[in-house]
């Protein structure tokens, strides 16, 4: 039996993270400021200096700061593992190897930008950071990252998630953030909605408003966004050059497919930009890589390429991507991290370029999926990656097929220790699918915002 | 800054378990059948050959079968860590390390076990086996290990649990194994209990009746234990080995102390006894091995050491161990996996030769010292495992005012991602101590079976 897993020494894991802007064949469009609509920078009021010159910068290489990588190594490097499990009872001649992000505190990927962020945050002398949550996974990843550096942290909380998902609330509160339902009487905005309708479950959107109000209206507060962002993404590199790293030197092999779900597309850039690189280059011309989204929320295989505000307000800079319209609500699948209208531009530009690709699957189909993982390598694995899960297995019996030997690398980004209850409605027959809401995307592409560029 | 973590390669893994059966200086009393009184094995009815040989082998080492060690290396060898963040937080002169089995698929270190078990019952033919759970790590870990050798799986697990606490039920359901409340209409313990009162909300002993009636009625049935018994802490070593291996070779230095848990003892034992063995020979006769237990169900700090049933109904074989007496029912403590009456045999017996010690601490301090540990190093600990970070702590601020350097070993058993609850409890002002129930146990103790011996 080959081996099983493959680790890296602490002294030979990344010092500095791969910022992919250096190697683009065609740079980044810019951003817009919402109202002028004139390229911008993260408005300083809410993004300290540091993450701003990351977010633009054009440099290779990206120092990872001494302080971030002795936090890294409270649970990095993260192991590579060989599928031969789950290999066996798909009986495919492919070899699936996975890189498993749950092992860290939080539980998925999102520690990796989190730790960051708030180093340079503390380090900018900011004292307080406030940010939005959905389901939790974003509030616990910053409330750890926040108690690493002493920073206080305050979470919004969509109200129907705080309410019925308590779990990842005790989570942040463990690690000594203060999180409140959103709407809250803590901020104008979250008065005036309370003020309208007491009953309000709250959206990612009102939610965003009232971190966003908060870290404007105190001079000690930043605010901190955990997707779609360049620096975002450069700071999750760290995995994917672990694991490229792992790859050729460990296992002695190189990926023929790279597969990551993506929302924002923080987890799968991360992994997948050292090895983008390859490509570019002219190294790698077969690599494909392979982006994952829910039928139900079809960013890049159904949305179109077009300027689109990052959050529901329209306050939020203008960016160049593929966007299901900012108004739009997507149905309540139980990935909850890849309900996202827009994706990270970075993706979207590499997408257009032809360097990546992208396919969408339907909620079941995921979950039969992930319960083929937890049966074959143990790991009850997180509703968003078993959407890659499903593309991983589709692959590798399309290798049963065809006899080819395909080396297979997804981008596993975390557990699902608590989302229980999905797998629970899905084992019990209760779990559906939803339709391609195709009449509320046309409604919601209709408001994108008028750009002449 | 030293290194923050150690793990071996795969090829540097155990490849025996190691047996302190041979080396104790004076053997084991031993099991006496529950009606005769007279010396017996485990009932074979229940237990395969292939285990019930390990629980009365004097060998020194015994094989780990190569198929048990390719699904050990699905999540072993895990890391031991260095406490440098824990250590900085308590301003201690102390070292800690920990090994840390929450990475296991199941959370904590019970897989260790259930995969030997599940392949000893494999080997001999066995297709399907019936064992209690109470909160459900048992019966989670099992379902793990049935899983990965294709078994049929009956859990019987405690009504109250099964209908507060669905998400280690969701688990075994997702491994594919059958949970039922107990007790059940499953059988006719579980169908006479009902007929008395249907709403029974069951007990560990009542589940312990029904799985073993399960296991004694079907011929394709055995019964599984996931603690005391000699061939379950056996089987634990495995984690013990990697960690003595780890800090000699790695580390390269000895604790001064061990600490751990213990409910029935599996976990600590499986760390501690590889050691304990230098400690038997001379070698490191000022090794302090520190159990922990809670002072609610003071087994090794308030029990005597007498001849006891292992079950609450008198029908499994007596054991001699310290003992709250058979018919004690502890107050329900959030560990509920240091819930039991008795003692392993193994562990009692080492404490009567003065080679272990044992201390109790309340419930408070254990969440006190649990969020320590999460806000220091990042990690949210089982209830049970934060017993062990209570004295871990205590020793460490010993340590402090003494000025000494002590390397302390702490044994964490895994991760408290289904105890967010106790956390919110105890976050929120709403966590009690439990007295010492003295009069219950006086109780108890005068109903300890007469044996002659």
Known sequence: MDRAKFILDEEDMPTAWYNIQADLPEPLPPLLHP??????????????????????????????????????????????HRAHRLEKALDTPAKIFYKYEGTSQGGSHKPNTAVAQAYYNKQAGVKRIATETGAGQWGSALSMGCMFFGLELKVYMVRISYNQKPYRRILMETWGATCVASPSEDTNIGRTILGQDPDSPGSLGMAISEAVEDAATHDDTRYSLGSVLNHVLLHNTVNGLETKKLMEEQADTYPDIIVGCVGGGSNFAGMFLPFVKDKIDGTRP??????????????????????????VAGMAPIAFMNTLGHGFIPPPVHAGGLRYHGMAPIICHLRKLGLIEATAVPQMATFEAGVTFARSEGILSAPETNHAIRVTIDEALKCKQTGESKTILLAHSGHGHFDLAAYDAYLSGKLEDYDYPEEKVKEALASLPQVDR
């Open 286 to 311: 077969d690599l494909r890589i392979i982006c994952v989204e829910p039928t139900s929320c079809p960013t890049l295989t159904k949305g179109p390429l077009a300027w689109d505000f990052g959050d």
């Open 35 to 80: 109202a002028t609509k004139e390229p911008t920078i993260l408005p300083p009021p809410l993004f300290v200096e540091a993450l701003n010159e990351q977010e633009f910068s054009t440099e290779r290489w990206i120092d990872v700061p001494e302080e971030v990588q002795e936090i890294y190594r409270t649970w990095r490097p993260t192991i590579l």
